[in-house]
């Protein structure tokens, strides 16, 4: 399973903060946007991760992320000249999945909850089809919206409808079988130039291998699309690390947790982040696996 993050677009909903600054790159909290949703393929295990920006940004990444080495893993960059829809991820991603199945999660998406670790891993090894996911929202106009039968299977998924089926949204986190990059090629671009990742989905439905998992209540997912979502995520994140004593979506933990590094490794990371609460609480780790 291959990973690929999309942190391209203009991110004009947050003009000015993102005149000259990449949106994935602006901080939640105490570190990088970009983290949270990285930490999520981290989590499932997957070690290869392709990073998608613009022509301005994407260098930033590089400086940010590096090699993936630090960490256990690799990162890939590749550039997208002009945002072209969700789906031309596997487009541009194409040499870089070769033969493998894909992930793709959105730059700007934050989840959190107790089960994240085995919900991702039940999509990873799901190796025909797709695997989305469905949570519930109160006003669901502004996203893809999942609609089911009596039975809870699909039955349709439509892009930011005007009269919701249902009220629950399709969240940036994706999983696809290979021929995704064959069914992206083969989508027509929408009324707004894009190549959608709906009519991704829709593929998929009508060849009946289409699966939704339902995130429920113990699932946070935040939106971080306007300032006040970015104020209000970094208001969560900060609650849950002050109340419970450990730090979310940590990369460096994450890499440690999962045997992509040793303490040691560790260890060096923390001390370079010292004088910082995030560095300590890297040391704090390490020294109490010794």
């Not at 994935?24 to 290869?48: H, N, T, V």
Request: net charge negative.
């Amino acid at each position: 399973m291959k990973g690929i993050i999309l942190a391209g677009g203009k991110g004009t909903r947050l003009y000015p903060m993102t005149k000259v600054v990449s949106k994935q790159l602006l901080p939640i909290y105490d570190k990088p946007l970009i983290y949270y949703p990285l930490s999520m393929l981290l989590l499932a295990k997957i070690r290869e991760i392709l990073i998608i920006s613009t022509p301005e940004d994407i260098d930033n990444y590089r400086t940010l992320l590096g090699d993936g080495s630090r960490l256990g893993v690799s990162f890939t960059y590749k550039v997208q000249e002009t945002p072209r829809g969700l789906a031309d991820a596997f487009i541009l991603g194409e040499e870089f999945i070769g033969d493998d199945n894909v992930c793709l999660i959105l730059g700007d998406n934050v989840f959190y909850g107790q089960n994240m670790s085995s919900i991702l891993w039940k999509a990873c090894e799901r190796m025909t089809g797709a695997t989305i996911f469905g949570y519930p929202v109160k006003d669901a106009h502004s996203f893809g919206v999942v609609e089911f039968d009596s039975d809870h299977k699909v039955v349709s998924i439509e892009e930011k409808p005007a009269q919701p089926k249902s009220n629950y949204a399709v969240p940036g986190l994706y999983f696809y079988d290979n021929r995704v990059v064959e069914i992206a090629k083969n989508v027509k671009p929408s009324a707004r130039g894009e190549i959608e990742i709906t009519a991704v989905n829709n593929e998929y439905l009508k060849l009946g291998e289409l699966h939704v998992e339902l995130l429920g209540r113990g699932i946070a997912w935040l939106d971080t699309g306007t300032p006040e979502g970015m104020l209000k995520a970094a208001e969560y994140v900060e609650a849950v690390q002050s109340r419970q004593g450990f730090y979310m979506s940590c990369i460096e933990e994450i890499a440690w947790r999962r045997g992509f590094i040793t303490a040691e490794q560790l260890m060096a990371l923390g001390q370079e982040l010292k004088m910082t609460d995030y560095g300590q609480y890297l040391i704090s780790l390490a020294e109490a696996a010794r």
